[in-house]
């Protein structure tokens, strides 16, 4: 039995699953609970995409055969929170396709990144939906094909991203995005239109 899956990212991504079992022996990795660490997938991203620099990885299952596979993202150079360049592949390593070009030039950053891979329309689909300039992409996550574009509120409504049920359908339908930290404003998801906005001490993350 899986009991739990931990990420890492660096220039090299490493997969690993703790599996259910009696204390390791010897030399072998072992987790806090005492389960032995199997390491199930090692990624080079350098060799992979050609960059060392990503900022930002997110799992989810984009091809749909119940395994998660990895979205890493990049900021642009210089550009703070401006999602540049995303490359979507499985835990073998292979892309299933990407946006945007690799750069050397990509710094270390010290903040969120507007990127999350949620299924926004209860589809049963994974949507990747990211912000770059002052607007804000929805790409299918199976294909990585634009599916609408739209303007942020305000054009530093970038530091980070989640979503919420406003319209209290039972699905996380609504898009969030807010300053550093002093204003969060809740979208339509359709034409990104601002339900409402809210200005305060708003916290790191929502």
């Not at 490493?14 to 199930?40: F, T, V, Y």
């Not at 990747?128 to 607007?135: C, L, P, T």
């Amino acid at each position: 039995m899986i009991i739990r899956n931990k990420i890492w990212i660096s220039v090299t991504v490493i997969i690993a699953l703790s599996i259910g079992c009696s204390p390791a022996q010897g030399g072998e990795n072992i987790n806090d609970k005492g389960n032995k660490i199997e390491l199930i997938s090692q990624l080079d991203l350098k060799e992979i995409t050609g960059s060392e620099w990503w900022n930002e990885v997110r799992l989810a299952d984009l091809t749909g055969d119940n395994r998660l596979d990895l979205v890493v993202a990049a900021q642009r150079p210089g550009e703070m929170q401006n999602v540049g360049t995303i490359y979507a592949m499985d835990i073998e390593g292979n892309i299933l396709w990407s946006r945007g070009e690799p750069n050397e030039e990509h710094e270390a950053i010290y903040h969120d990144m507007p990127i999350q891979v949620h299924d926004l329309n209860n589809d049963g689909n994974p949507d990747v939906v990211f912000i770059d300039g002052d607007e804000i992409h929805i790409l299918d996550g199976r294909t990585g094909e634009l599916i609408r574009t739209g303007q942020i509120p305000h054009s530093d409504a970038r530091d980070g991203m989640s979503f919420a049920d406003f319209n209290g359908d039972g699905h996380r339908g609504n898009i969030v995005v807010k300053t550093r930290y002093t204003q969060v404003w809740a979208l339509d998801p359709e034409d990104f239109s601002v339900m409402w906005t809210y200005e305060g001490t708003v916290g790191h993350y929502p």
